[in-house]
């Protein structure tokens, strides 16, 4: 079996009979001829309208599809899209989905909304293992988690949580954009399907959206055919931008994470920063498990209480120079967001407090720009604040 940088460069597939080129085309097409000359895609799909199939779509699949060792793949306009193809193709009425706590807000939003409208149930179960497998019964259709928690960077013994819900026919969906295929492999570990937004580490400049549905059986629910019907194909465009992206992947993880380990490092001897969470670090709660999915990578983001207030994080904010303030994660740039008014703004302040989310807590996604750089930039901000605790 090649490995993941072979299978990121050469996966996708494609092989141009007209002239030979060496790189995916685009085919900014909508329409293809039909009848007569159909082509058929290697899935058994006809070629005839881009809302259902294209050629550069269908590259993109090939390589995801590799690097994440499952049979086959689905392209989205978005994460999102994707995650909405997996609720809807998989779950049914008066079905249970256990989300953890501590999930992407949208995910947990749009679950809760199914269970307003649709007479889903919707268990939000604590951000640990033990608790995750504990509230997994019959009557749990679905099992959606993060392979690193957001934004406290939590980490779950996915093998355990599988085997639990192989006992009780629950179908286990992981959301390992933060680990990417570098660092973890779900379906290796039994998981049913895992998804990605595609907008982070995997296309990986910050200039393209989309999401991926990666799975060993994407056919019992009709995911293709769910992507048909709401209309959330990838374009072209993106597909070739996301494929090219790839092609640097494990290069680009492995640095960040290179960068993330000393940046965490550096914050944990900080005397301005009262708590650093990342599971690199030898005391974390989530090293052992972590060292066990992923060996001795850690991933690119780092999260960090600061000795302050809310009037200190923002000076901190306001001062940083090289390192952006700004949402999402995994391009080339460093990027810090204060995640009270980001990714867990629309949380219940109680669930924020149960889960350590506090008015000092920055998410740092740790860019490619030399470290030196970075520890500086991060240095001469944090001594910008008086650092009472």
Request: aromatic share 6%.
């Amino acid at each position: 079996m090649k490995g993941i940088q072979t299978n990121s460069i050469h996966g996708a597939e494609y092989k141009d009979s007209n002239f030979n080129a060496i790189h995916l085309p685009i085919y900014q097409t909508v329409i293809f001829e039909q009848p007569g000359t159909t082509h058929t895609s290697d899935r058994g799909k006809d070629l005839k309208y881009s809302r259902e199939e294209n050629p550069t779509v269908r590259a993109l699949e090939h390589v995801l599809s590799k690097i994440e060792h499952g049979r086959d793949a689905l392209v989205f306009s978005s994460g999102m899209g994707a995650l909405s193809a997996i609720y809807l193709a998989l779950v049914e009425k008066r079905n249970e989905i256990l989300l953890s706590m501590e999930g992407y807000g949208t995910t947990i939003e749009l679950a809760e909304d199914l269970e307003r409208k649709f007479d889903v149930n919707v268990n939000l179960a604590s951000p640990e293992t033990s608790s995750i497998i504990e509230d997994i019964n019959e009557d749990t259709k679905l099992v959606l988690l993060e392979s690193i928690t957001n934004p406290t960077l939590k980490v779950f013994d996915i093998p355990e949580i599988a085997k639990r819900c192989k006992e009780v026919d629950t179908i286990l969906v992981i959301d390992n954009t933060f680990a990417t295929p570098v660092l973890y492999n779900p379906l290796k570990s039994e998981a049913d399907y895992v998804v990605h937004s595609l907008t982070k580490y995997l296309a990986g400049h910050n200039d393209v959206i989309g999401g991926a549905i990666i799975g060993k059986d994407l056919e019992t629910f009709n995911l293709w055919d769910w992507r048909r019907k709401l209309g959330s194909i990838i374009q072209p465009l993106e597909s070739f931008l996301i494929t090219r992206g790839l092609k640097t992947l494990e290069l680009r993880v492995k640095k960040h994470c290179e960068n993330a380990q000393a940046v965490a490092e550096f914050l944990y001897e900080h005397p301005k920063v009262k708590e650093v969470l990342y599971p690199g670090l030898s005391d974390s709660p989530y090293h052992r498990v972590a060292k066990k999915l992923f060996g001795n990578l850690f991933g690119g983001v780092v999260s960090f209480k600061i000795k302050g207030k809310e009037e200190e994080v923002r000076k901190v904010l306001n001062t940083l120079k090289l390192v952006f303030p700004s949402p999402s994660l995994g391009g080339p740039e460093s990027l810090i967001s204060w995640p009270i008014i980001s990714a867990a703004k629309n949380m219940p302040k109680e669930r924020r407090e149960v889960l350590g989310i506090t008015g000092n807590l920055l998410r740092l996604s740790v860019g490619l720009e030399n470290l030196e750089d970075i520890i500086e930039d991060l240095d001469r901000a944090l001594n910008s604040i008086g650092g009472e605790s």
